[in-house]
């Protein structure tokens, strides 16, 4: 299952990368993620992450290991991330639900100075561990209230300019 939403926001793309870095706050808007934890980090750009979701009952909490990559076309004014779940290595036997796939495509597109074309993809298959009515729906539920989270975040650390507010739910796919 795939989801998809695109808003114009007020923001710099040097003060959205900085804040979709900072893992102090991840928590904060990701809707339902207990914890992320940064595994290994390559400068800015490439990095793995260990993160737990909490789970409505009666499903136990889910982990992956993800592996995120940005990447900046400056001739374009176009920031790009990709992040996908990979084997979970050393965290294989965490007592948690290990999601087979979960993957992103995020861009943030420049289109004048202070806005931002923001576009969120999210995919995941679940490896049928679970039946499709709860996955779907809790994937649903964690996709729209993350949006909804990102909207409540006070930006003013990343820079001041940083407004998401005007995410429109109407975009999503």
């Known amino acids: 299952m795939s989801y998809k939403a695109e808003a114009e926001v007020s923001a710099e793309l040097s003060e959205l990368f900085d804040f979709f870095q900072d893992t102090t706050v991840t928590t904060q808007w990701v809707y339902n993620l207990k914890s992320i934890d940064v595994i290994n980090q390559q400068e800015n750009f490439d990095a793995q992450y260990y993160v737990i979701y909490s789970t409505p009952w009666p499903v136990s909490d889910v982990s992956a290991v993800l592996d995120a990559t940005w990447k900046y076309d400056h001739a374009k004014g176009l920031l790009k991330n990709s992040t996908i779940s990979v084997a979970p290595g050393k965290y294989a036997d965490d007592d948690f639900i290990h999601v087979p796939l979960i993957s992103t495509e995020n861009h ?62 109407s975009a999503i796919e």
């Open 108 to 169: 943030f597109q420049k289109l004048e100075d202070g806005k931002i074309k923001m576009t969120i993809e999210v995919a995941i298959d679940h490896g049928y561990l679970l039946p499709d009515l709860v996955v779907d729906t809790i994937s649903v539920e964690t996709f729209y209230l993350t949006l909804e989270s990102l909207k409540k975040v006070d930006y003013k650390k990343y820079g001041g300019n940083v407004d998401l507010s005007a995410i429109d739910f």
